[in-house]
């Protein structure tokens, strides 16, 4: 304990012996008043904890001492009870101060280290892997990693660890480690998960861990890319499916769904293999951006496609996004060169409806509407008139007369920006039509129930009918807002 005689002597004392827990200041004093001195005590160091003592029971004193930074007050004459429970709650607040900032000094290292980490997946890319990534948080949250595990071989993993604190921080930069070390050593996917998985579940998460804590887990959406074979391994733990869509935009949900790492013993994870054509690509995204797209109520591949064309176009993060309440991180591979940048159709929409929901129409051509204005803000009001029409005449045709009960119909939407085209593809599991009609543009009298198909035909730049009218391949010309014309590549 160390005593001064005056406000200016404390300041002294304050500056060559400090740092100090708790400071009790009298209000009047020689030289500078006990406001002043809080005032300068809080400036030179806001951990410290200051205690205003008077005999002066005034409400604009005690309203000054809280202003400056007083975090008590006491009236004399005090008690010694009352003097030490003022000091031990302003010692503990000042230690917890301090803790807190340390505890942000790591966070702020470790975050400098995921960053790197990214940065150095990112160098990794070869133009191949698109990655866009929001975080909200220090530390912990979403993470990338990007390894060659042969000459034709890569691995792409995109992860999100629970929770955004200290021992989350720590588990991200572990598991980023572990996984670039496994490669090394010749590791297989399956090796790599289910060694971790057991890490989690052992150690992470043992019985060292107390009751009431959260489990440690990780949500891992892993692809094994083979150029040479044009094969491609999937596993999925806890993350939203990616997507895998051809040069055409024909698009399919990969995998299936599975726990995150760190909740069950067993086999880690189902990996499931897909062969890919010339000109294919790979999205997949972590739950920040699922979320965001339900917040939004659109599809989360028109916010995977916003996101990714804003920043290659080198404009700022989207509006919408700011409505964001988790890490977001989207990634769009190229399959086919990765060498080279994404071109083509890409997809925006990808659903599934069910025959018995058709009076649900509004509620699906509404989610369209914002899932096109999203990744297409420019295109013009009748342009997209036409789109939605289009897409609710195929697809209640397709619920109609080409599904049975309990069965589905799938709607997709694809964009090239560069050919500034937009594709419908509408398919269902029916036989087609009985009449080789399908092969060519509906004549007028083809009948009423078929009116909608006219009318598709006649506002589509091109329609394409497969499996005998099955699916449905509908193309349009996106329509500029500004000039409302058709647009050029």
């Known amino acids: 304990m160390t005593t001064a005689s005056s406000g200016t002597a404390a300041q002294l004392i304050f500056t060559t012996e400090g740092p100090f827990d708790c400071v009790i200041v009298d209000y009047l004093m020689p030289g500078l008043d006990g406001i002043e001195l809080i005032r300068w005590m809080t400036d030179s160091n806001p951990a410290t904890s200051t205690v205003l003592v008077t005999a002066q029971a005034d409400k604009r004193v005690v309203e000054q001492a809280w202003s400056v930074g007083a975090c008590r007050f006491l009236d004399k004459p005090t008690t010694a009870a009352d003097l030490l429970r003022v000091v031990d709650h302003a010692v503990q607040r000042c230690r917890t101060i301090r803790c807190q900032a340390r505890l942000e000094g790591d966070l702020r290292a470790i975050a400098s280290s995921h960053q790197t980490m990214l940065q150095s997946s990112r160098g990794r890319e070869r133009n191949g892997v698109r990655i866009v990534h929001y975080p909200l948080h220090q530390a912990g ?8 595990a042969s000459e034709s071989e890569t691995l792409v993993l995109a992860a999100d660890v629970s929770g955004h604190d200290l021992n989350a921080a720590f588990l991200s930069s572990y598991f980023q480690g572990l996984i670039r070390g496994m490669l090394r050593r010749g590791a297989k996917l399956e090796e790599i998960l ?5 890490v989690l579940l052992e150690e992470w998460n043992g019985q060292d861990s107390t009751a009431d804590a959260v489990p440690a887990s990780i949500a891992v959406t892993a692809l094994w890319i083979d150029v040479r074979l044009r094969n491609l391994i999937v596993a999925v733990n806890g993350n939203p499916l990616p997507i895998l869509t051809n040069a055409d935009g024909f698009s399919v949900v990969l995998s299936s769904p599975s726990c995150p790492l760190g909740w ?28 965001l797209a339900e917040r939004l109520g659109v599809d989360p591949l028109s916010v995977s496609f916003g996101l990714q064309f804003a920043r290659d176009s080198g404009m700022p993060r989207p509006a919408w996004a700011e409505s964001a309440s988790d890490d977001i991180m989207a990634i769009a591979i190229n399959l086919a060169n990765p060498v080279e940048h994404l071109l083509g159709m890409r997809p ?3 659903a599934k409806y069910a025959k018995e929901d058709q009076q649900d129409v509004d509620t699906w051509q509404e989610r369209w509407r914002r899932s096109l204005r999203i990744a297409i803000p420019d295109i013009s009001d009748d342009g997209l008139f036409d789109i939605l029409l289009a897409a609710r005449e195929a697809i209640l045709n397709a619920l109609e007369h080409g599904c049975k009960a309990k ?34 543009r509906p004549p ?5 129930i078929h009116r909608g198909l006219q009318l598709i035909h006649a506002i589509a730049r091109q329609v394409q009918l497969k499996r005998r009218g099955a699916e449905m391949w509908i193309d349009f010309d996106v329509k500029l807002a500004d000039t409302n014309q058709e647009g050029s590549s």
């Open 264 to 291: 069950f013993p067993g086999p880690a994870t189902r990996r499931a293999s897909y062969r890919w054509q010339p000109g294919s690509s790979v999205r997949l995204w972590t739950d920040g951006l699922e979320d």
């Open 444 to 448: 007028d009298n083809f009948g009423t």
């Open 348 to 350: 925006l929409i990808l």
């Open 407 to 440: 069965q589905f119909a799938y709607f997709q939407a694809a964009y090239d920006p560069d050919a500034r085209s937009l594709r419908l593809i509408v398919s269902d599991p029916g036989s087609g039509y009985e009449t080789p009609l399908y092969e060519a």
């Open 194 to 198: 289910e060694f971790f998985n057991n």
């Open 141 to 148: 949250g979403d993470f990338l990693v990007t390894c060659p």
